[in-house]
Structure formats: structure tokens, C-alpha cells
């Protein structure tokens, strides 16, 4: 309900008494009317009829009575059938309102689901990670994929654009195995064909809308596979691994300091707009939570690694994983979606997953170059 409807004059259907005149509608009784002797005569107040059934007609006439300002939340539930106009409402002193109760926070979402799907994507992470490599870059490829499904999916649901998702998903897939393989010359070669492969597969449809889906599909290659791609070479390195294994502890720790701090302190706003839940003192705690675990990261598990990298390293994480998800964020909001899929329960889709990912990759692989080089 908006503020204007409370306590607003009466308009149209208003049923007491008009200093303009008689009421409109209203015929004289008799079969001749005296207007010197009505003059004379104290007008009888009308008294309303009462409507057939309830509903915000009546929450609207009650806050109009003379008994005070009455709000929908108490409005009487049960009238007696007997009864042909409402009791008058008295109004309530401030020392008899009942205080209302505190109002417990709440999560936001399941958390008992979302800590089990994040303990199974962790133990098959690890252990991919850490057996053979080759079989991490396939769960790249299948995240890809998936995100891409997700997104291209939501694309054609909400705006009827048909980016087109083969060529999408072939060139994703060629262009995390290209990165891995040959390094950022081979992503962008693939990332090149596979804008190309968009473009033409779309000439097989009719021209309308070709313009549209042909942006929206470069866009979707750009922001899911070829960020993505990153990932990837980070793994080439002798201690891949365990970069990769810095990148994502990183990603997930900051997302968990954002919203254990900002759930329990959090007041002030960082983007209403975007994302209502996000507050400052989020972001806050995901810097210090990040910036902490990247200096125990960096001087433990990365070799030549110093703590003081860490801390550099784990405030930009927490910086471009909060820009991922807001970016994510917008174009939710411009879908009219809550979440991008369904299949990961407590978290919603894979796509909701790499937001904050995503961005992310390609800092941590430049910085990790920067101090202590791509070998």
C-alpha cells in the first residue's frame, strides 16, 4: 500500500453530509419539494448502506471515519451479521498500543541446501583439481555450457532473443580447452571464431530481430566462456592447482564475509537499486574477510608468494566479485527473474554461481603473473 492511501480525503462514493450542496444522486422525498421549508429544516445526515461484500473498499471507508486512522493490518476480521454500519473506531493512546515484536532476520534463502550443493561442488573441485587436470577442465566446460543454456534460456523466456545456443556452446567448449592448450593467444583465436559462428548460424533464421541476437550472443561468449577461459590458465602452471584452488577459496570466502557481516550488521544500502540485500558493511566484511585469507593463501600454498600480495590480491577479489555480482544483478532485474536457473538448490542456478566468478578470473590470473609469473 502507498502512503497516499492513508488517510486520504474522501472522493467519489463519499456518504456524509456536503457543505456544496445536497448530495448528488439524492432525490427529495414527496411528491413536491419546498426548497424555502428545507432551508428551514436541519438536514438529516444519509447513512450509508452497508456494501454487499468487504474487501479494500471497506479498509478505505474505515480509514475515512471519524474514529481515527485505521490501516488494513487492523481492520476488523469478523462483523456480526446484525450489525448494519461499522462500530466506530476509537482511537488507541500510544501507552496502549501493543509494542510490536522484534522482527527476526532471515537468511534469505536455505541455507541447509546451499551448504550441501557447496560442500559437493567442493569435494568434486578438489578432487579433479588434484588427480588429473585434464578432468578440471572438463568441469569448466560443463559449467560453461550450463551457464550458457541458463542464460541463453532466459534471454528467449523473457525478451524473445534467440541467441543461438549451438555454435555458443561449441565454441565455449573450444575456448576453455584453447586457453588451457595455448595459452590467451588460443582464447582469443577461439573467441574470435566463435563470434563468427554466431553470426552465421543466425542467417539460417528469418532477418528479424538478427541484430539483436546476434549482440546477445557475442555478449553471452564474451561473459561466460571466455572469462571463464582464465580459469583455465591458471591451471597450465606448475602450481596450477593450487592457484586455481587461491582463486575460487577466495571468491567463496569474500562471498561469505559479505554475507555473514552484512546479514548481522549490515544497515546502510550499497546498491538499492540493484540488489537490495547488499549493504556497505557486506562489502566491507568481504574485504577483510578476503583480503585476510589471501594473505595466508599467497604465503602458504603459492610459492614465491608473500603475504602482502595476499592482501592486494584479496581486496581486489572482494572488489570485482561484489561488480560481478551486481552485474549479474542488472540483468536479473532487467529479466524480471529472481535466479538464472533452478538446479542447484539453495544457491538457484549455475549462473548464480559464476557471477561473482567469473569477473574474478582473469584479475587473479593477471595478478598471480605479476608476482610471481605464469610459470
Not at 462483523?79 to 532476520?105: F, L, V
Not at 568441469?139 to 549451438?166: D, F, H, N
Request: glycine share 12%; no cysteine.
Amino acid at each position: 500500500m502507498n502512503d497516499s492511501s492513508w488517510g486520504a480525503p474522501p472522493q467519489a462514493g463519499y456518504w456524509g453530509p456536503s457543505d456544496q450542496g445536497p448530495v448528488q444522486g439524492a432525490a427529495p422525498a414527496g411528491p413536491a419539494y419546498d426548497a424555502h421549508n428545507a432551508q428551514q429544516t436541519r438536514p438529516m445526515p444519509i447513512v450509508p448502506d452497508v456494501p454487499a461484500h468487504g474487501g479494500d473498499q471497506d479498509d478505505e471507508r474505515g480509514a475515512a471515519s471519524t474514529g481515527g486512522p485505521l490501516f488494513r493490518d487492523e481492520t476488523p476480521s469478523h462483523r456480526a451479521p446484525s450489525q448494519h454500519q461499522p462500530k466506530p473506531q476509537e482511537p488507541m493512546s500510544s501507552a496502549s498500543q501493543p509494542a510490536s515484536a522484534p522482527q527476526k532476520k532471515n537468511a534469505g534463502r536455505d541455507l541447509g541446501a546451499a551448504i550441501g550443493v557447496g560442500v559437493a561442488l567442493g569435494a568434486v573441485i578438489v578432487v579433479s583439481l588434484f588427480v588429473v587436470k585434464a578432468v578440471f577442465v572438463g568441469v569448466i566446460v560443463v559449467a560453461v555450457v550450463v551457464g550458457l543454456w541458463e542464460l541463453t534460456s532466459r534471454l528467449q523466456e523473457r525478451k524473445s532473443i534467440k541467441a543461438p545456443l549451438v555454435p555458443l556452446a561449441l565454441g565455449g567448449a573450444a575456448m576453455v580447452v584453447a586457453g588451457y592448450v595455448r595459452g590467451a593467444e588460443g582464447a582469443w583465436v577461439a573467441m574470435a571464431l566463435t563470434a563468427l559462428a554466431v553470426l552465421v548460424w543466425r542467417m539460417t533464421e528469418p532477418p528479424e530481430g538478427y541484430l539483436k541476437d546476434v549482440t546477445a550472443g557475442v555478449f553471452a561468449a564474451f561473459y561466460i566462456p571466455f572469462l571463464a577461459t582464465f580459469v583455465a590458465m591458471m591451471l597450465t602452471a606448475d602450481d596450477g592447482a593450487w592457484r586455481v584452488l587461491t582463486f575460487l577459496a577466495l571468491a567463496v570466502v569474500s562471498d561469505t564475509g559479505a554475507y555473514a557481516i552484512g546479514w548481522r550488521f549490515g544497515t546502510h544500502k550499497l546498491a538499492p537499486r540493484i540488489s537490495p540485500g547488499k549493504t556497505r558493511e557486506g562489502l566491507l566484511g568481504a574485504v577483510a574477510f578476503a583480503m585476510v585469507a589471501g594473505a595466508l593463501f599467497m604465503q602458504f600454498l603459492i610459492e614465491d608468494g608473500t603475504w602482502w600480495q595476499g592482501l592486494l590480491m584479496g581486496f581486489a577479489v572482494a572488489v570485482t566479485a561484489t561488480l560481478g555480482d551486481l552485474g549479474e544483478s542488472m540483468i536479473k532485474r532487467d529479466l524480471g527473474i529472481k535466479d538464472m536457473g533452478t538446479l542447484l538448490p539453495g544457491h538457484g542456478g549455475i549462473m548464480d554461481r559464476l557471477d561473482s566468478l567469473l569477473p574474478t578470473a582473469p584479475v587473479v590470473w593477471l595478478l598471480l603473473v605479476i608476482f610471481v609469473g605464469s610459470g
